[in-house]
């Protein structure tokens, strides 16, 4: 009985672990997407032309993810920075668009 309530205790406590909260890659790229798609500072910056591709370029020399964005006839790259969690807090890594390039036709 002492072994199955350890062994109850302790995968509770794994469940709980940072690791296991975060997203999978597939749906951490979505949301990072979904960031995107809801920019503001994005549309602006595209002038409001359709979005035709969205590609992710890896991390700059600044360990910032840097994504290409064509919109209509504009090419322009973005900064997508991981906003800090709460101390204490596990899950979804909430992201934010840190930086507009300018458009390039």
């Known amino acids: 009985m002492r072994f199955a309530l350890a062994s109850l205790a302790a995968g509770l406590l794994l469940a709980a672990s940072p690791a296991l909260a975060a997203l999978p890659p597939f749906h951490d790229s979505v949301w990072k997407l ?26 700059n020399a600044a360990g910032v993810s840097e994504w290409r964005v064509r919109a209509g006839d504009c090419v322009l790259t973005l900064e ?6 709460p101390e204490g807090m ?6 934010e668009v840190s930086r507009v390039g300018a458009c390039a036709e």
């Not at 997508?80 to 969690?85: G, T, V």
């Not at 596990?90 to 992201?95: F, T």
Request: hydrophobic share 40%.
């Open 34 to 59: 979904k960031t995107i798609l809801d920019s503001d500072a994005l549309a602006e910056a595209a002038g409001h032309r359709p979005i035709r591709s969205i590609e992710d370029l890896g991390e």
């Open 90 to 95: 596990v899950g979804r890594v909430d992201y």
């Open 80 to 85: 997508l920075s991981p906003l800090p969690m």
